[in-house]
């Protein structure tokens, strides 16, 4: 049973094939075979790259399944068609596009499996791509936000850059009024003269500011601090918005470019093992020496050929003698008197029935 179903695998005659030798039989039950373990091995690498992409299980196995039927059918169509020939150069040229082929299969099915082998590996790639990519997202972000917070900053330092000119002015003014109370300095009279309470006069009036600028810019200050704090608020939420998107970050394309980030040599032995696994097959057929199924196929398709070649041949001169037996009878027809004459009176009925129609739809008319 296993047998018979790894040579339906290897798309050979089963009707030739059965009456050849056993060591012909398992030939190519060894190709059918691994035909059938590549398409296995095409339906693993399919199902695991389709669930990167999906992260549906069911999803990825059904798909996978589909894709592991068409690499398949590929390749048993590829070995099917492989002929031996006499000249070995002009098997290699019949087998080139099939090879080229074979290579293609070969890197779509080891690159999903690599995908898997290095997985960890990968991951770690991603990682560090990941930490890198929110640096430069937050980067960004704050570029966004720190020209607005800059700008409300500098106006708060303008503010209490106000408060600290009118103390330092209101400050001088109680030093000059408390020194002239003291003798120290302008009249250096000592008392509360005139001049003093002059002076006493200009700070109370510099202090009343001093209080009101305070009160004012305080409020201002708190009002562009809230300002400062919602638009941080808002940084931090945009950030937390974009974070999935590089959490995300580990798709099909993405782990394909760290796995090119990797050391290239693991991946490329990988490859060239699915490389020899695919093309095993064709390689298998034109190393091969020309056996006994390769001659009882030839000689069926000759058989089939030659036979084709007769019907061709019987049908051309069949046609060719029809005609001519046609155009005898049509001449001899020509020359009957009895024909002429029947003809003849046909085609004078036909005349008056028209004549007669005419004439009834004329005077139907009037």
Known sequence: MLKKFFI??????????????????????????????????????????????????????????????????????????????????????????????AVIIAIVISKPLELKLFEKEINQVLLTEKNQMTLDNKTQIAQQFTPEIAKINAEIEVLKQEINTKETTTNALYETFIAEAEGRKGTKLLGKGPVYKEKRAKHDVALAELNKLKKDNVEKIKTKELAIASLLENQKLTETKTQPIIANFDGLMARINALNKLPWLPSFFIFLLFLAIETSPIFAKLIAQKSEYDYKLEANESAVKTWVKQQVQQSEKMLKTDIEISKKVYEEMTKEK????????????????????????????L
Request: glycine share 6%; net charge positive; hydrophobic share 45%.
């Open 8 to 101: 339906t695998c290897a798309g050979v005659d089963k009707n030739i094939l059965e009456n050849c030798s056993n060591g012909e039989q398992n030939k190519y039950v060894g190709i059918g075979a691994t035909v059938f373990f590549t398409a296995v091995m095409a339906t693993i690498a399919g199902s695991y790259a389709l669930f990167t992409v999906f992260d549906n299980l069911y999803a990825a196995i059904f798909f996978g399944t589909i894709w592991g039927l068409l690499i398949f059918n590929l390749d048993r169509f590829i070995v099917a068609t492989l002929k031996k020939q006499d000249v070995k150069w002009k098997e290699f040229l019949q087998a080139s596009p099939r090879i080229v082929l």
């Open 338 to 365: 009895e024909l002429y004459d029947y003809k003849q009176k046909l085609a004078r009925d036909l005349m008056k029935s028209q004549a007669d129609s005419f004439y009834k739809k004329q005077q139907s008319m």
